[in-house]
Each structure stands twice: as structure tokens, then as C-alpha cells.
């Protein structure tokens, strides 16, 4: 008689590669946008200095 023993659980589907895209492609003329993640808003802007900022 074969016994069968309990498995792991199942091995997680391979990774997707990142989508990428430049700021510029992403911001076009503006300098904010806006993120739905979840049913939450984000704002994502880009300082005059050029860094970019995350906020709910």
C-alpha cells in the first residue's frame, strides 16, 4: 500500500517583469499625478528640484 505524504504548499507563479516607463512619459505636462491602489488615492508629484513625492 503507497502512502502519500502532505505537500508543501504550491510554488508561487514566476514574477512578471516590471513595467518601466521614464518620468516624463508618466507625468506628460504636469507635474502630478494621481494613483488608485486599492481603492485608495495617492498623488505622486515631481519637486522643482526633481525628486518625486508620494502622498495619500
Known amino acids: 500500500m503507497k502512502t502519500t505524504r502532505p505537500q508543501g504548499p504550491a510554488p508561487a507563479p514566476p514574477a512578471t517583469a516590471a513595467r518601466t516607463m521614464s518620468s516624463a512619459e508618466l507625468f506628460g505636462a504636469s507635474r502630478e ?8 488615492q495617492y498623488t505622486l508629484r515631481l519637486t522643482r528640484l526633481g525628486k518625486l513625492i508620494l502622498t495619500k
Open 33 to 40: 499625478v494621481r494613483i488608485v491602489h486599492r481603492g485608495e
